[in-house]
Structures are given as C-alpha cells and as structure tokens.
C-alpha cells in the first residue's frame, strides 16, 4: 500500500515539475514520454477494450506496453485522452465525449465506465 502511494507521489510530482507531462508534449501516436520509469505490481494491470490501464492509487492510466527488467514491471509512457489533459480521461461514448478527472472510474456526464 505505502509503495503504491510512494509510486503515485512521484508520478504526480514528475507531471507537475516535468514539462514532457503537459498536454502540449505529447508524440504522434498520442502518448506522453515520462522521464522515469514507473514501476508497478501485476495487480495494477488490467486489460479491458484492447488496451492495457495501469491503476496507481486511485487513478487508472492507460499505456501502450507494459515493459519489465531486473527491477520489475514498469511502465514508461501514458496515454493523452482524446481532446483531455493528461491527468484527465476522454468518455468515449459518442454523444458525451466529456474530460473526467482519472480516478473517476464512471463519466460523470453520462455514467459509462472508464474502460467501456
């Protein structure tokens, strides 16, 4: 539990003090490059629509790829969500399309889940 807090306090940290983390510096395929890499247990990966979500502490990130070396699992890159800033996710339903805060699990607009 405290290595989970641990890890989303530098997360959090690096994306205030980091300026790769803003909504402005993101690649072509949508993704943000963290400068470090974040390493994460098993239970913190989950599969759902064809994407890999990473959840540390109350928040749920998606990633392209989860990576692994002597140290463990991490991961290195964060998704950007649709038209959101980075620390926010893009509700996909079609008629909503509304930014909700990550660590809302349901849009707060329409109730459709994060990874439905």
Known sequence: MLKNLALWLIFAAFCFTNSK????????????ELADRIYIESDQINFADKKIYIQIKDSIFETPAVH??????????????????????????????????????KC??????ISE
């Open 21 to 32: 983390a803003s909504s402005h510096e993101v690649n072509s395929e949508g993704m943000i």
């Open 68 to 105: 692994s070396d002597e140290k463990g699992y991490y991961i290195d890159q964060v998704a950007k969500s649709g038209n959101c800033a980075w620390y926010e996710w893009e509700c996909r339903e079609e008629t909503c399309l509304t930014c909700n805060l990550r660590g809302t699990l």
């Open 108 to 113: 707060g607009r329409c109730g459709r889940g």
